[in-house]
């Protein structure tokens, strides 16, 4: 029996009880044992990335009906990374779980995860995962291309890059304010390769999208017919009782690994993928992101590693083009949600602009792969992305110039007392999944103003929190365990020498294992995170876990599945 079988079959009061009071638009033969189908919708006005969900909800409502399922909209706990405080990160974990436990209580058999701005796909994916019913990801789609005094402006990226220019003293700030438009042009999640885009084309290579749907530009009509194909193409995964933990096999991960170096996608994907796994019981490990994306080469010159934007990567050929060229290195044998291999549904001669997509032989940098940093100052491991580093600061020893929060960072960053030069390393910590709490995108701090004024662009930088993945630098993040949880980050003072290898895959604090054994963190880092706290923020305190496996939250690894619960009366 169906689950919403369950919930309407038979004659007796709590039946009559399910049915009655849906129907109010609801046929009667939605209760005779057809899929019905829950359309998992973070459209929200204060997810302005995902504000448009409702239209495309729309299409996959059109697609189920026509394949002979019911659709239902439910909206889901959404999250706008650039509006939320005190970081989108912090409600990941609630948004999934909100997520899996409203699938689970509900008359559903399968569901279409409606997503775009950064953890909103993958809060759908982890639940997706826990409650294993038959999904399918339709991912909302990047925005137009920004562009200002004739050059590409991409979202994030551009912020990043103005906003110095700002301090460097060469734009103003009603120059800076003038870009805003410009830069958000229309609906969708950002432009460049962040976290959105990432992660929607992470759901496509895991195989839970259609092929070919992640990229789609948001305003782009073919966005609403893949939507309307996915709608059709849920019911069908019902029928053939098709579950994530079919699709999301260990080779699955391992071809989402390779394609998120090929794309030179955003460092987030490394918690997210992790978190995933983790409630699939998937055997991930931070370490498989270094050895499968070993070697693989950049091929998409997109922002922040490139030039272009998602536009021009859609117009190119889109992401099936560039894993085509990357299929020597796929595992051939996953199968996507529709049904045939990933393999399969790559095209052979579609590339259109190979500025924007390289080929394996001539890609824009050899080796994109996410390379993890062990040492005595990241046990647990650090990552960091050498395709959005300077290539001479990949093997660099310096001085530490240490931050004890983000608010001490931006009120000393600019002080010409502090002791700083740009082969100094800034370590930034307090800023974990339990410090600070949330994990924020803090990582890639801004350069001490001097510097920059002397035409310095890129320092090393060292935090245990995480960047933006429209961001760029030499930045060592998501460093376990954190100062937080008692991570040796927590130990360094001013002036201690650090060393990064990033060939070596080293990080070392350069201090003599008996003085570290003498020294305790900073009373001020202590009282940061141990100050009393309530509700949501309490409980992800008491339960996250590190970034090494994907700051999820202890008790919600792993999966529950999709029984139907006790009755409500
Ligand atoms: Fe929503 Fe970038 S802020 S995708």
Not at 1 to 14: K, Q, T
Not at 183 to 193: A, D, L, Q, Y
Not at 337 to 356: I, N
Not at 464 to 474: E, I, K, P, Q, V
Request: aromatic residues 4%; hydrophobic residues 40%.
């Amino acid at each position: 029996m169906s689950r919403s079988a369950e919930f309407y079959g038979g004659s007796d009061r709590n039946a009559y009880l399910h049915r009655a009071w849906m129907r109010r638009g609801v046929p009667d033969h939605a209760f005779d044992g057809r899929p019905n189908i829950a359309i998992a919708n973070t459209a929200s006005d204060l997810t302005p990335c995902n504000a448009h969900l409702d239209e495309v909800a729309q299409s996959v409502k059109n697609g189920i009906y026509e394949a002979g399922g019911i659709p239902y909209n439910l909206p889901m706990v959404s999250l706008g990374e650039t509006t939320v405080r005190t970081t989108a990160m912090l409600w990941r974990n609630m948004a999934a779980m909100a997520a899996e436990e409203l699938l689970r209580a509900n008359p559903v058999d399968g569901v279409v995860l409606l997503g775009g701005c950064d953890k909103t796909i993958p809060a759908l994916l982890m639940a997706a995962a826990s409650v294993g019913i038959p999904a399918i990801v339709v991912p909302g789609g990047p925005m137009l291309n920004g562009s200002f005094r004739g050059r590409p402006l991409g979202c994030g990226t551009g912020v990043w890059k103005l906003s110095e220019e700002v301090r460097a003293g060469g734009l103003s700030d009603a120059e800076f304010r003038s870009t805003e438009s410009s830069m958000i042009r229309s609906r969708g999640h950002c432009n460049t390769m962040g976290t959105a885009s990432t992660m929607a084309f992470m759901a496509e290579a895991l195989g839970m999208s259609l092929p070919g749907v992640a990229g789609t530009p948001a305003p782009d009509s073919r966005l609403l017919e893949l939507s309307h194909a996915s709608g059709r193409r849920v019911v069908e995964l019902v029928g053939q009782e098709t579950t994530p933990a079919d699709i999301m096999t260990p080779g699955a991960f391992h071809n989402a690994i390779v394609a998120l170096a090929a794309i030179g996608g955003s460092t987030n994907a490394v918690v997210h993928l992790l978190a995933i796994a983790g409630r699939l019981g998937v055997d991930l490990s931070l370490d498989d992101f270094d050895r499968i994306g070993d070697g693989v080469p950049l091929l998409v010159n997109l922002q922040p590693a490139g030039e272009y934007l998602m536009e021009d990567l859609f117009r190119a050929g889109g992401f099936l083009a560039v894993l085509n060229e990357v299929r020597h290195l796929l595992d051939s044998s996953t199968v996507t949600v529709s049904g045939r291999r990933l393999v399969d549904e790559l095209p052979t001669e579609a590339v259109w602009d190979r500025d924007v997509i390289r080929t394996a032989t001539e890609p824009l940098q050899p080796d994109a792969g996410i390379v993890v940093l062990r040492g005595n100052l990241a046990p647990s491991g650090a990552i960091i992305k050498p395709a959005a580093a300077s290539a001479e600061l990949l093997r660099h020893r310096g001085p530490a110039v240490v931050f004890d929060s983000v608010e001490d960072m931006r009120a000393r960053i600019d002080d010409p007392d502090l002791v700083v030069d740009e082969n100094s390393v800034l370590v930034l910590r307090g800023c974990g999944p339990r410090g600070y709490p949330g994990m924020p995108e803090v990582a890639n701090m801004p350069l001490p103003r001097r510097l920059l004024e002397k035409g310095v662009r890129d320092m090393v930088r060292i935090c245990d929190g995480r960047m933006s993945g429209t961001a760029y630098g030499t930045v060592v993040l998501h460093v376990a365990p954190e100062a937080a949880a008692g991570g040796p980050l927590a130990l360094v003072q001013d002036g201690d020498l650090i060393e990064i290898d990033v060939e070596a895959r080293g990080l070392t604090l350069l201090v003599p294992e008996d003085e570290l054994r003498r020294r305790t963190p900073p009373t001020q880092l202590k009282a940061a995170y141990a100050s009393p706290k309530r509700g949501w923020e309490q409980l992800y305190i008491d339960h996250v876990q590190q970034a090494d496996t994907g700051a999820d939250l202890d008790f919600l690894t792993g999966a529950t599945g999709p029984a139907v619960m006790r009755d409500s009366h």
